[in-house]
Nanobody, 119 residues
Framework: QVQLVESGGGLVQAGRSLRLSCVAS????????MAWYRRVPGNERELVAS???????GYGDAVKGRFTISRDNAKATVYLQMDNLKPEDTAVYYC?????????????WGQGTQVTVSS
């Protein structure tokens, strides 16, 4: 059974930092592209950052220069370091895993962790 378990969310003041973690089980972690998405109620899910199995990274425009995604294959964990947080970063953050080497593509979602940034 595949599980993606996020942690590290919480309430923080604007300008501060948080680090999210997502531990994966039930998958060959090193094969998977990992990503973080976020959703604000009433809006669509938004891509925050991604990291491929060869550690190529990408970021949404809203977080470039403030957030950093990284992975530790030995720990089957992906991280999202969030610096200089803004109130508009408030959302539920979801971990995502996808194996683009299979067809159909196999992908998975975590349950989400709430991040709230106060002004």
């Amino acid at each position: 059974q595949v599980q993606l378990v996020e942690s590290g969310g919480g309430l923080v003041q604007a300008g501060r930092s948080l680090r999210l973690s997502c531990v994966a089980s039930g998958i060959i972690f090193s094969r998977h592209t990992m990503a973080w998405y976020r959703r604000v109620p009433g809006n669509e899910r938004e891509l925050v950052a991604s990291i491929t199995n060869i550690e190529s990274t990408g970021y949404g425009d809203a977080v470039k220069g403030r957030f950093t995604i990284s992975r530790d294959n030995a720990k089957a964990t992906v991280y999202l370091q969030m610096d200089n947080l803004k109130p508009e970063d408030t959302a539920v953050y979801y971990c995502y895993a996808a194996d683009f080497g299979t067809w159909p593509i196999k992908d998975y979602w975590g349950q989400g962790t709430q991040v709230t940034v106060s002004s």
